[in-house]
């Protein structure tokens, strides 16, 4: 996996008609859009759980073909906050919406539409960015799903913005989705090399992988309490040494965190050690314990710390 290109890796010239652009994934907390970035660059980049507000910084996936390359932000799930880090993930994304070339509209459609998808179609109506409304989930529909696609028809009514059935776990309609965002971005450079998959530094990624194990293998009052720092990447041809810190809120969450004899912090590093000898190709020796910082979530200086600020474009 290529996350970071070396110093001297060439960007080559496009050729002629060559399209490129910034595509900002959007939608609720829990309706695929982190899946549906793994899917379309083709690897694993972003986190996934069944927890909702997964993700928390916008993550680039970069997409290359023969004609063209998208640059696709995953942004937070947009919801109602409730802490300091909360309003940071929502402001992060509104602020996406403005700066991209194509808004996709992510939407769940096993289910029908509701208030928090009217949200986000009202926050996007005054908006000049193209916007395409996804509709993720389709192998989870009905065989007679025209209740549930009416209730998004119904949505975006006063909307000329194509609409599209797929699935982001299985890849159905995937190559239909990508075909549309193309043609709605005009002739560009290529932004990155062609062999790059995401703009974030592998350490990043290391970060979210374990994080990621957090909201897997930990009970329900953990995982948004939740920030993992990288604090030393040691390499050799033959081993890379990872340092990291999980910290959390409550000395409560660190007992749970650690477990009976330190049981849960082993499975979530075995399980994380795994993830990350997928990212780098290579053998991993993973060292993790457990911080207490009171009130993380709430404090901009304590976010700022852990990675966590509004980001300007």
């Known amino acids: 996996m290529t996350t970071e290109p070396a110093l001297y890796t060439p960007i080559p010239s496009a050729p002629p008609e060559f399209k490129s652009g910034f595509v900002a ?3 609720r907390p829990n309706v695929g859009k982190s899946t549906l970035m793994n899917e ?14 997964t993700t928390r910084n916008r993550l680039r996936g970069i997409l290359t073909t023969p004609d063209a390359q998208l640059i696709m932000v995953d942004t937070p799930g947009i919801h109602k906050p409730h802490h300091e880090l909360g309003r940071v993930i929502v ?3 509104r602020n996406t919406i403005n700066a991209v070339d194509v808004v996709l509209l992510v939407v769940d459609a096993s289910t029908k539409a509701g208030g928090g998808d009217r949200f986000i179609v009202n926050l996007l109506q005054h908006c000049q960015t193209s916007v395409i409304l996804g509709l993720n989930k389709c192998d989870r529909q009905p065989e007679n799903p025209h209740q549930l696609d009416e209730s998004y028809a119904e949505l975006v009514r006063d909307h000329n913005w194509p609409q ?4 982001a776990l299985n890849g159905d309609g995937l190559e239909a989705l990508q075909a549309q965002i193309i043609t709605h971005l005009e002739p560009g450079p290529y932004y990155y090399p062609p062999d790059l998959v995401t703009d974030q530094p592998e350490r990043f990624i290391m970060g979210e992988l ?21 604090d030393r990447v040691q390499e050799t041809p033959q081993l890379t040494q990872v340092h990291a810190a999980i910290n959390v809120e409550r000395n409560s969450q660190k007992g749970i965190l650690i477990g009976k004899k330190g049981s849960m912090l ?40 852990l990675g966590y600020r509004v980001e300007e474009d």
């Open 40 to 53: 379309l660059v083709g690897q694993k980049i972003a986190i996934t759980s069944p927890v909702a507000q």
């Open 164 to 167: 599209l059935k797929f699935s």
């Open 91 to 93: 402001q992060n994304a």
């Open 210 to 230: 374990i994080r990621e194990q957090v909201l897997l293998l930990t009970r329900q009052e953990v995982p948004h309490s939740v920030a993992v720092t990288i």
């Open 25 to 27: 994934i959007l939608g």
């Open 266 to 305: 082993k499975a979530i590093g075995t399980a994380a050690r795994e993830q990350i000898q997928k990212l780098i190709a290579g053998k991993v020796h993973l060292d993790l314990f457990v911080r207490v910082q009171p009130k993380w979530r709430q404090s901009r200086l304590r976010l700022a710390q």
